[in-house]
């Protein structure tokens, strides 16, 4: 069990039950830690110049998921109108980030590995949306 | 002119106007600072327990405006369907922000300045918004 | 295992073995987060202003142990000038926040957990530090 | 004046002159967006195989800079033990950067600016060691 789980679990701030949260923050943090590995990989490999949008798209899924997970480590004034359009935005941008992995995965071990941690991602973050709408 | 701006000037890599772009970064990483600074003294004031509101709405308001300078700043790999909700919360909680600080305005100099900040970047947000959709 | 050991197995980019950089990575963002949470159960407790130390340490300690964990999950273009000073100042907020985290754990459950965090993060940053000097 | 150096002249929590630390905010924000957007530039290049390390510095930069600010941003807890060795990494890698940049600023207009904005940030966190230590 991650400290963040435990902490959750202590601080039961909002009507959200904190194992949803806590794994949810789980997935939004190794996502982003998995994107930001991935454009490190990405650089040194030899068809570099295929993997501009790969990059990209990694590069804004990291900093749109670590503060995902930011915003909802602190349940105590939770704000629909902020944490839903959040939500949102990391979904689309784990299933774009995703989706151009997967184009690479058969190449790119790297690829296959980054391509999981966003669809895992993808998936926690919709079913936190589900509980809060 | 910041650098920022110039380097937007530079990199013209999206459809809309970089100074629009720019100057909607300037505002974000303004109100990130601002919101920044005001938490730090509002940790100091004599009727703290009145200020938890704002000191929670100000570290929600830092971590997105943050990451939206972040999204914005890489034109080249724009998709609507991250950006528009990504600026969509910033708007949101920009504006939860200026209230809060708004009502602390009289007694607190830093919370009337915190307040101008959000309330500029929140109008910068709908700006860009505007031009996106 | 998470995405992150699996990553930087495959992008085996430096000198220094990918399991402790795992390690230190999952323990960095663990603490950080641990943090997080730390100052949102903070704001909410009666004895508010003897917890202002806390909640201060906290802040910086989320800030620089979630980029000391962005750093060095880039080894490809690892310098020891930026990633040495970096595990020091993260190594010595981890250490003050720990410290100011043991005062109250007797009192709140969430200090005493976030205590362990950043107790486990320092340990980690240690030994990375010793690898690479 | 930015709400930065209006906030930190109302807050007023350390001893180091508060234009001297806004002034240095201000140059680690504009750095680091800088190096943002000069990531996005590098990207498009067509000699992109020979800005590899360009983009990985900047990466570093931008993170290392961005934390960098929003420590010194709250002066109240501040600690030499954290505050000097960030500096330092900061400090290092804005030299690094810098010089990676000017390699390419003949050729590339966007990382003739980055380097500026890499050299303005390098110069302004010496100063403020300087007062620092």
Known sequence: MTYTTQMLEIHHASAVDPHTV???INALTDCAQACMVDIDADLGVS???E???CIRLCQ???DVCATTARVISRPAEY???V???LLEACLAI???CADECEVHARHHEHCRVCAEACRDCESHCRQLLATLK
């Open 22 to 24: 806590a794994s949810a």
């Open 47 to 49: 068809n570099l110049s």
């Open 51 to 53: 993997m501009v949008k």
């Open 60 to 62: 804004h899924c990291t």
């Open 79 to 81: 704000d629909a109108q």
């Open 83 to 85: 944490t839903v359009p």
């Open 94 to 96: 784990c299933k774009a």
